[in-house]
């Protein structure tokens, strides 16, 4: 009985894990901005998906201005298209999109001088 529960358990999670994917993808995303500060942005997109940003204000820049032009853009596109204008790495959770800085990008490799 207690395994029957448990999984039972498990596949309402699973279930409800697909639906929330599912709302998320189907959501679309149209801006088309220049010089749009980043704060102003991240508005737009909770504003058109319905879906909140968390982020620590020390990590991310939200009064630099950037250029961000999408037309009916999956909320993944948008968000991944944000990652390349700005030092960031995202996570959808639950019904929330956790921004933090990513490092990857910050770290500039040095280029080896070519010997021909």
Known sequence: ???????????????????????????TITIQKSKIK????????SAQSGINFSYNPK????????????????LEKALDH????????????????VLNRSIKREIEIPKTPEYY
Do not use: H
């Open 82 to 97: 944000l990652a390349s204008k700005i030092p960031i790495e995202y996570s959808i959770i639950e019904n929330q999109i």
């Open 1 to 27: 009985m207690r395994k029957a529960c448990l999984i039972f358990i498990l596949v309402q999670v699973f279930v409800c894990m697909i639906c929330t994917q599912t709302e998320l993808s189907a959501q």
């Open 38 to 45: 980043v704060g102003k942005l991240l508005k737009e997109i």
């Open 59 to 74: 990590s991310i820049d939200t009064k630099q201005k950037i250029s961000f032009f999408v037309k009916n853009a999956s």
